[in-house]
């Protein structure tokens, strides 16, 4: 089993940076990828950012010169560091990792963006 904790979350003005961190715990696995996606209200989860083992990394349009995701292996932690945040950048944000064929997700964090 993977567990993922976020944290990082929060409230923050337009034109403001967070940072979010993700923590995968268990043993006996290596993560295949490992990022972040984001759902806002009344709308489909839609991926942020994912890293791969072999360092290929994705970023949704929207957020990219933005947002920069990052992964240290050694701490099975991924971070998003989230700079010039806009409204559209409100939503609960899930860590995900894929582990053996398998996705797992954290149980999400909040990030508001006001105006």
């Known amino acids: 089993q993977v567990q993922l904790v976020e944290s990082g979350g929060g409230l923050v003005q337009a034109g403001g940076s967070l940072r979010l961190s993700c923590l995968a715990s268990?043993?006996?696995?290596?993560?295949?990828?490992m990022g972040w996606y984001r759902q806002a209200p009344g709308k489909e989860r839609e991926l942020v950012a994912l890293k791969t083992s072999g360092g290929t990394t994705n970023y949704a349009d929207a957020v990219k010169g933005r947002f920069t995701i990052s992964r240290d292996d050694s701490k099975n932690t991924v971070t998003l560091q989230m700079n010039s945040l806009k409204l559209e950048d409100t939503g609960v944000y899930y860590c995900y990792a894929h582990v053996l064929l398998k996705p797992y997700w954290g149980q999400g964090t909040q990030v508001t963006v006001s105006s």
């Open positions: 268990g043993r006996g696995w290596s993560i295949n990828a």
